[in-house]
């Protein structure tokens, strides 16, 4: 029970929500994309951005279940910036376009946050590539490479860093052996979806590892981390936490609950000022967390940057 509870260096643990550990920050001149924000944790996190101030992006598949969420964040806090577009992270024409339209819009863009993920069977994308893998890692690796000047130019001119945030999964610790299967990224032989979804995972820690040096090379005042996005809601940890007073058990929120903490160090990342600077780096209960050595090993992360480069041209 109070494993859960304790506090960490932030002075947060997993039992805070988005709202908690976002309490007091303005973020009314910052905009954000949100990928995969049509419900969950994804809903959550452009939720509470929004009440924070912060223009949001709602990046979705299906912009009817957008468009839902706008007005459900819109009937909460009436004075929510909130967009709506269409992007399906599975195809990189899709990922083009929209990165195509944002960038006309002339927004600037202070945060990506790379949220969207999904879990399949062995299936090919248009762009002949595993779907799983498209879509948790490389549509958000084309997107973030699209995106990075917008970014880049909003930090030199507004002097606000810019953040991307990469939702992975502990799960990545349970990837292949090998961890990415580099020449059989698209072979049905030896696929499980469940290990096709951690390597995606480790994929996005990865991706933000690597994408991180590169920007502190260039001296860019932009910071790349990776986050495990919450836990399960399982009895002990929903009886470990507590809400004014009540359990969650107590409290109905057993269908939302999963966003409302899970979105927690997500929301944490992309606004508190403890996170200013700090960039590489996998957290998790709103706290900085220990990756394994896969998810550390620098020479993995550049030969998966080359391999998503080499794909995505």
């Given at each position: 029970m109070w494993l859960f509870s304790r506090k960490g260096p932030s002075g947060f643990s997993a039992c805070n929500t988005a709202e908690e550990v976002t309490h007091g920050i303005d973020g009314t001149n910052l905009t954000a994309i949100v990928t995969g924000a049509s419900r969950g944790i994804g809903f959550e996190t452009a939720r509470v951005l929004a009440l924070r101030g912060v223009h949001v992006i709602v990046a979705v598949r299906n912009t009817a279940a957008g468009w839902d969420v706008k007005e459900a964040i819109v009937k909460e806090t009436p004075a929510a910036k909130v967009d709506v577009m269409e992007l399906d992270l599975s195809s990189m024409a899709s990922v083009r376009r929209f990165a195509s339209e944002f960038n006309s819009l002339g927004l600037p863009l202070n945060i990506l946050i790379n949220n969207a993920g999904i879990m399949s069977d062995f299936m090919l994308t248009q762009d002949n590539v595993e779907l799983v893998f498209a879509t948790n890692h490389l549509g958000h690796?084309?997107?973030?490479?699209?995106?990075?000047?917008?970014?880049?130019?909003?930090?030199?001119?507004?002097?606000?860093?810019?953040?991307?945030?990469?939702?992975?999964?502990?799960?990545?610790?349970?990837?292949?052996?090998?961890?990415?299967?580099?020449?059989?990224?698209?072979?049905?032989?030896?696929?499980?979806?469940?290990?096709?979804?951690?390597?995606?995972?480790?994929?996005?820690?990865?991706?933000?590892?690597?994408?991180?040096?590169?920007?502190?090379?260039?001296?860019?005042?932009?910071?790349?981390?990776?986050?495990?996005?919450?836990?399960?809601?399982?009895?002990?940890?929903?009886?470990?936490?507590?809400?004014?007073?009540?359990?969650?058990?107590?409290?109905?929120?057993?269908?939302?609950?999963?966003?409302?903490?899970?979105?927690?160090?997500?929301?944490?990342?992309?606004?508190?000022?403890?996170?200013?600077?700090?960039?590489?780096?996998?957290?998790?209960?709103?706290?900085?967390?220990?990756?394994?050595?896969?998810?550390?090993?620098?020479?993995?992360?550049?030969?998966?940057?080359?391999?998503?480069?080499n794909l995505i041209h």
């Open positions: 690796f084309l997107l973030t490479d699209l995106l990075l000047e917008n970014m880049k130019s909003t930090a030199r001119q507004s002097n606000i860093e810019g953040r991307i945030i990469n939702v992975s999964s502990e799960g990545y610790r349970f990837s292949y052996r090998e961890g990415i299967r580099f020449d059989k990224i698209n072979d049905r032989s030896g696929f499980k979806s469940l290990y096709a979804y951690f390597q995606s995972k480790l994929a996005n820690i990865l991706h933000a590892k690597e994408l991180a040096r590169r920007l502190k090379e260039d001296g860019v005042q932009i910071t790349a981390n990776s986050l495990h996005p919450g836990s399960i809601l399982t009895d002990s940890w929903k009886k470990s936490c507590f809400l004014n007073g009540k359990s969650l058990n107590d409290s109905g929120l057993l269908i939302t609950g999963h966003g409302l903490w899970g979105a927690s160090t997500t929301c944490y990342v992309a606004l508190h000022l403890n996170v200013k600077g700090v960039s590489g780096e996998y957290f998790m209960d709103n706290n900085i967390s220990k990756a394994n050595s896969q998810a550390k090993d620098t020479e993995l992360a550049k030969k998966l940057w080359d391999l998503s480069m």
